[in-house]
Every structure is written in C-alpha cells, then in structure tokens.
C-alpha cells in the first residue's frame, strides 16, 4: 500500500520559518567561556584549559582535527546547500519540514534535466528517490529515521558515476540527490559523502563495514548489502 507523500510547495514565510529554525538566534554566542573566537573559526577550551580537537564539545559541536569549528555549506546538483550546525537528530529533522524547502529546489532541478524519470516521495519516515519507466518506480536511494538509535538507515540501489571525468546526466542527478541527503545530517558533509561513496563503488579509503562503526567526523557509519542494495547505517557520534 502506497503512503501518503507530503512533499509540496512552500510560500515565502514558510521558508523564512524553516531558515530561523535551522541557523537560530545567537547560535555560539550564548555559550560559556569554553568558546573563544579565531577569525572565522571557533574553538572550544575545556576547564582545563585544554582546546579540543576531533571530538565533540560538551553541546555537542564536532571540532575537527585542528580543533575548528565554523560555519559551513555546500554544493549539490548546481546549488548552494546549508548544513546544520551540528549532527541534525530525528526528532530535530521532525516532519521533514526543515530540509523540504531545499528539496523541492533539487525536485525542480533533477525534473528538469530528467523529466518523468526520477520521482521524489517524502514520507513520514522516509524520504524515497525513485527511476520512473512507464508506470513502474524503482527505488534509487532512500533516507529512513532510525528514531531508536538516533540515527538514519540510508539505502542505495543506484551507480553514482564517477566522480572524476565526465558523468552521464542521469548519473549527475542520482549523485546530486545522494550529496543533498548527506548535507541535511552532518555538518560536514564532504567526509560523509566521500566514506559512503567510497564504500558503495570506491576503494573503501574508509574502512567502512558491517562489524563495527567508523567514526567519520559527528557520525558513525556501518554497512551492510541487503539484496543488492547498500545499506547504510548512520548514527551520531558518541561523546
């Protein structure tokens, strides 16, 4: 039985309401002393006085491996993604009302290089990319709430192309959609999107596998195949 999607069309106060509630008032600046500004990063100083690097900071902002955290975004399919501050939870993703503004932006891309071929369905618990021939869909690439774990189970059953050299349109489309998934989770989306891919049709530069998680900045991420699909398990990482 089909579910209902809700994917649709939002007005202007709609998207001013989701941007306020993704950036948020004074977002670092009402923080304890524990954050002192660099330029345009900011790091975190435990009582101790020790900077923390490659970790979490106690409100839960992952620092990277010179101990920075700023500001960050990137592209998918031709335009500018914002990504959350911080690891986005289930429960804060919601409806799914925070990322639909920007993901009725990659239907209206993707339909138009591909036209009737690719369909979006947001459902309460998902979001589903399908290929379109004739009247049947086939399922490309899929993000589920995990809400026990915290975490999210994104499925793959498509080749994302090459990511150097020239790709086919679909090809484009499909790794677009998958980078715009990833954006939405991790505030940094480039290591995500680069351990998965690398895992699904890569050398595995990331070790990523099914016995144990592999901590890729503020997730984890384990792997499984389930028939023929990649399975992805991504969940937050821990304190």
Known sequence: MMRKSNLRNF??????????????????????????????NWQYYNEENRLLVSELTPDGYYVDENGNWRKNSTQALGMDIAVPDRYCTPEEMGDWSRILVELNQVKDKVY??????????VYEDAVVYCRVSGDTE????????NEAEQG??????????????????????????FRFLLAKISH???????????????????NVNREQDVSVMDLRIRCDVENGKGIYQIRPLLP
């Open 11 to 40: 007005t202007a106060g709609a998207v001013t309401a989701v941007l306020l509630s993704m950036s948020g008032p004074g977002i670092l600046l009402s923080y304890g002393a524990g954050w002192q500004q660099e330029g345009e």
């Open 112 to 121: 138009e290089d591909m036209g009737e071929m690719r369909s979006f369905h």
């Open 138 to 145: 086939t399922e490309l690439i899929s993000l589920s709430k």
């Open 152 to 177: 999210y189970r994104l499925a793959l059953a498509v080749n994302l192309g090459t990511r150097s050299g020239r790709r086919s349109l679909a090809s484009t489309c499909d790794y677009g959609v």
């Open 188 to 206: 940094y989306p480039e290591q995500a999107v680069d351990a998965i891919y690398e895992s699904w049709q890569g050398k595995n530069s990331w």
